[in-house]
Nanobody, 122 residues
Framework: QVQLVESGGGLVQPGGSLRLSCAASGSIFTITAMGWYRQAPGKQRELVAGITSGGITLYTDSVKGRFTISRDNAKNTVYLQMNSLKPEDTAVYYC????????????????WGQGTQVTVSS
């Protein structure tokens, strides 16, 4: 079992920044990659960014150049730095423990955090 706890969401004005954190505990040796997903009202959940244990990353096109995923293996924590936030970034953000395949493809896993709300509004 893997437990994931997110933090760092909140209300921010357009153009602002937030940093999300996801702390993992439990059977973390089984985790080969971590991902951040988001789900906006009335929309399907989408993968925002993923990172391997070795630091290889991927991003969905809409956040490239604005968001940065990183990890601190010593703290078993993954971060999502979000800059230049837009109203369309408003969503509940979820951390996921998953896998990696191919050169740059994230595989969704069964373990999810509870979600953290990010609202971008003036």
């Amino acid at each position: 079992q893997v437990q994931l706890v997110e933090s760092g969401g909140g209300l921010v004005q357009p153009g602002g920044s937030l940093r999300l954190s996801c702390a993992a505990s439990g059977s973390i040796f089984t985790i080969t990659a971590m991902g951040w997903y988001r789900q906006a009202p009335g929309k399907q959940r989408e993968l925002v960014a993923g990172i391997t244990s070795g630091g290889i990353t991927l991003y969905t096109d809409s956040v490239k150049g604005r968001f940065t995923i990183s990890r601190d293996n010593a703290k078993n924590t993954v971060y999502l730095q979000m800059n230049s936030l837009k109203p369309e970034d408003t969503a509940v953000y979820y951390c996921n423990a998953g896998g990696w395949y191919g050169s740059r493809s994230y595989s969704e896993g069964d373990y999810w955090g509870q979600g953290t709300q990010v609202t971008v509004s003036s």
